[in-house]
C-alpha cells in the first residue's frame, strides 16, 4: 500500500521541513507516503500573488481567497486524477485513530490547509470536503493539522514501521492507553523495574501490562473505557472480585 498526498499551502517550506524528519521521512524515502507540498501562491493572477482579501460585510481579518483554491484542486485533480479531499478546519469533525485508520486506505489525498480567520465559505460548499479538526483549541492555521495527519499516516502504512506489532498493541488502538515501560539500568535512584519484567514469565508479563494499561486508563482516561468496553475475558479480567 502507499499514498500520494497533495498539501496545499501558503507555508510549503514548512510541509517540507517536516517530512525530512521521522518516520514521515522515512516513508517517504521508501516511496509509501509520496507528499507534495503545492504553494497556494503559484495559483494567483497577480504580481502581488494575493490569497487573501477583507471580509464582505466588514469585520477583523482577512479571509482566504476561494479562485486559487479551485484553481489548485482541480490542477492537482487534473494532473493527478480526483483525491478524497481534506479541509483543516476547526469546525470539523475532531480527529481519531479510527479516522485516520479510514484515510490510510486512501489512494489520493489533499490536505487543504487555511489560514487567517478563514476560507472563503465557497470553497467548503462549492467542492466536496471531508472537514477535519484536530481538537478543540485554536491554531493559526491548518499547516500543523495536515502535519499531524501527516505523521499518523506515515506511521500506519505497511513497510514503514520496522516492528508493525508495535502499531496493534498501542495505546488507542485497543481502546486503551498503554502500558508503563522500562529498560536498563534495572535499579535506578532507588526505583527498580517490576520484578515481574525480570521473570522471562511471558503470560505473566502480558497479564501485567493488560492490568496496567486498565488501570492506567481508568485513573485518567475513564472516556476512553465508556467508548470501548474492553473485551471481558480470562487474561483481560480486572480486580473487581
Ligand atoms: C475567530 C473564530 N475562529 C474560530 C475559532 C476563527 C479561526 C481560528 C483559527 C479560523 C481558523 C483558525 C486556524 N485554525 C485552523 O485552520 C485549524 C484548526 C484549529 O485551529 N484547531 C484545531 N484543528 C484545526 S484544523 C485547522
Not at 465557497?122 to 467542492?127: A, D, Q
Not at 501527516?150 to 502504512?157: E, F, H, Q, S, V
Request: proline fraction near 7%.
Amino acid at each position: 500500500m502507499s499514498m500520494q498526498v497533495h498539501v496545499i499551502t501558503i507555508f510549503p517550506a514548512l510541509i517540507e521541513s517536516f517530512l525530512s524528519f521521522g518516520i514521515p521521512r522515512i516513508a517517504r524515502e521508501k516511496g509509501k507516503m509520496v507528499v507534495e507540498a503545492v504553494d497556494l501562491r503559484s495559483f494567483t493572477g497577480d504580481v502581488h500573488r494575493t490569497v487573501d482579501d477583507r471580509p464582505f460585510g466588514g469585520g477583523p481579518g482577512m479571509v482566504m481567497l476561494a479562485p486559487p483554491v479551485f484553481d489548485a484542486v482541480e490542477s492537482i485533480e487534473n494532473q493527478h486524477g480526483s483525491a478524497h479531499r481534506i479541509l483543516l478546519t476547526p469546525t470539523g469533525r475532531p480527529l481519531n485513530q479510527q479516522i485516520l485508520k479510514e484515510l490510510v486506505t486512501e489512494d489520493r489525498l489533499i490536505l487543504l490547509c487555511g489560514r487567517y480567520e478563514g476560507i472563503d465559505e465557497r470553497v467548503r460548499t462549492g467542492l466536496e470536503w471531508d472537514e477535519i479538526s484536530i481538537g478543540d483549541y485554536v491554531l493559526s492555521g491548518g499547516e500543523v493539522p495536515a502535519m499531524v495527519i501527516l505523521d499518523g499516516l506515515a506511521r500506519l502504512l505497511p513497510e514503514v514501521l520496522g516492528h508493525p506489532e508495535s502499531v496493534q498493541q498501542e495505546s488507542f488502538e485497543q481502546g486503551l492507553l498503554d502500558a508503563p515501560h522500562y529498560t536498563r539500568p534495572r535499579s535506578f535512584r532507588g526505583m527498580d523495574v517490576p520484578d515481574v519484567l525480570l521473570s522471562g514469565n511471558h503470560a505473566a508479563v502480558e497479564r501485567w501490562r493488560r492490568e496496567q494499561a486498565l488501570r492506567l486508563t481508568q485513573e485518567k482516561r475513564a472516556d476512553l473505557l465508556a467508548d470501548h468496553p474492553p473485551k471481558s475475558d480470562s487474561t483481560t479480567r480486572t480486580e473487581s472480585r
